[in-house]
């Protein structure tokens, strides 16, 4: 017997290297192909099955690296992970192996550069990941153990961290997030005190600015825990705060970080983003909303007018990270955007007004959703809207600079939303191994039939890489890396398949309001859109980085 037959991430480290030469050498070809991404929009499908493939070899290199550490470690999960491991990186490799046989002609590879997936070990590598007795046994250990995620997070603070934040969900949101899903609730003041109180506001802003400093993993695990709970009513009330925060941090003055930063960590600002047009999505560049030159009783400003859509928060927001134009030009296009920071009233329900002093007007309509209930978001007309020019990002530095801070605010939010995304699939999870012990269907639980073991070992084959790959990105977040966006596409995806099954496995009341399953249901279906669209990310974001342009 082998080293790779007898230990499981012995495989599964072989079987990342194989799959990652593969990739590599069709990304390579996909390079030439669309002149290093210059031609992506003549070549979609092909980048988005590059993109796609990229991105999951990355996360399973991420779960096989974690599995590594573990075993080195002597943890007592590590078999686990090892397992868990070996079946992800062997659905990515089968994958990508089918994918380049299908489409031969279009990446353009040769028998040479899928070789490394052809030969015998990496074939039986596959097939002992993708047993269906592998994975009937990882679908048995969590229904055994309830689902619960109790991995090791290699660090104190995470840690304890990961303690409170799950106390918080439990005896704080819980009581309440059915309730304000089915009634279409806005989060309670209540709560918004609670989770400020406990610092999460403040969780990566640094203590120089009164934040708790305790970086972007705690956030990220602050993030899931929370979403298990509820997305919107407490997992992601962060979000906004966090895209904000990185754009103060990277490009605002020293006065607008001290002045800002210390009450959006102490909850004393709740932050809402108004970037979206109603007629303009994903292509940040292409926004109307203009900000021309202002000045109001010798302050210098500007005047806002537009319109913006799926704001968000900006209810019972008391500042909104607005981005408008401020280059008259359209063709300036991204180069032509600045960032401002506009505050406001605090409104509750679903249509609100401010009548400013200085003579501008901004009202707001929620928008009616299936899921993401408990913040409203809110199409806003602005008409000849007052802002100081001391509240545009990095001041005079700023101006037309506010597309750049906004995508590097942008890219802690998809980090973010990876981890909101593995919290809402976390969830699922329990829940279904909850319900298949207690639920019995021709004289049998649920729990003993094989096809619900293996449906449940795959949720959490699954997870664990969103999980890991979310980690990975945060260890080293940087807002100029493509690994964010990976963590967020991934995630998200997965969050859709895993609640479906469970909802699934639920029958008839997977489908009733009364069960937090559907709930979990309608709110995964909102991942893949915001903080950048899936085909967005896979083509403009994942695909130009990793073919070079």
Known sequence: MTATEA???????????????????????????????????????????????????????DL?????????????????????????????????????????????????DLAPLQDGEARAAIRRGLSEEAI???????????????CELEDEAAALTRSL?????????????????????????????AFSDQGFFGSSIPEQYGGTGMGDLPMII??????????????????????????????????????????????????????????????VAGLQTKAEPA????????????????????????????LARTDPDPASGSRGLSLFIVPKPAYDGHAWRYEQPEGGVISGTANPTPGYRGMHSFTLAIDNLFVPHTNLVGGNTGINKGFYLQM????????????????????????????????????????????TQYKIGLMAVHIAAARQATYASARTFDTRAVEPSMAKL??????????????????????????PISRYVVDALVLPIFEGVKPTLELKVIGRAIFGG
């Open 7 to 61: 230990n499981p991430v012995v495989a599964a480290r072989a079987l990342t290297q194989a799959t990652r030469a593969v990739v590599d050498a069709a990304v390579k070809q996909g390079a030439i192909t669309t002149k290093n991404g210059a031609t992506i929009d003549d070549h979609q499908v092909l980048t988005e099955r590059l993109a796609y493939l990229a991105t999951q070899i990355r996360a399973a290199e």
């Open 64 to 112: 096989v690296a974690y599995a590594e550490r573990m075993t080195a470690a002597g943890d007592g999960g590590a078999d686990l992970q090892c397992r868990l491991a070996l079946a992800y990186a062997a659905e990515v490799a089968h994958a990508t192996r089918s994918q380049m046989e299908a489409g031969w002609d279009d990446f353009n590879i040769t028998d040479a």
């Open 136 to 150: 009937r046994a990882i679908g048995r250990q969590m229904i055994e153990t309830g689902g619960v995620n109790n």
């Open 165 to 193: 934040a799950r106390d918080f969900a439990k005896g704080v949101v819980a009581p309440v997030a059915q309730e304000i899903h089915r009634q279409n609730l806005l989060v309670p003041d209540s709560l918004l005190k």
């Open 222 to 283: 602050i993030t899931e825990e929370l979403s298990a709970v509820s997305l919107a009513a407490a997992g992601s009330l962060s979000t906004r705060p966090e895209i904000l925060t990185k754009a103060l941090l990277a490009g605002g003055t020293d006065e607008q970080r001290e002045y800002w930063l210390p009450r959006i960590a102490a909850g004393e600002e709740l932050v809402a983003i108004a970037v979206t047009e109603p007629n303009v999505g994903s292509d």
């Open 295 to 322: 000045e109001h009783n010798g302050v210098r400003g500007w005047r806002i007018n537009g319109a913006k859509a799926w704001s968000t928060f900006s209810g019972r927001a008391t500042i909104l990270a607005l």
């Open 408 to 451: 590097g605010g942008f890219a802690a939010g998809r980090l973010q939303t990876g981890g909101r995304a593995t919290g809402v699939a976390q969830a699922a999870l329990e829940k279904a191994c909850q319900y298949v012990v207690q639920r019995s269907q021709f004289g049998l639980p649920l729990a003993e039939y094989q096809l």
């Open 490 to 515: 991934l995630s998200c995806d997965i969050a859709g398949e895993v609640t479906r099954e469970a909802q699934l496995l639920h029958g008839g009341w997977g489908y009733s309001e009364e069960d």
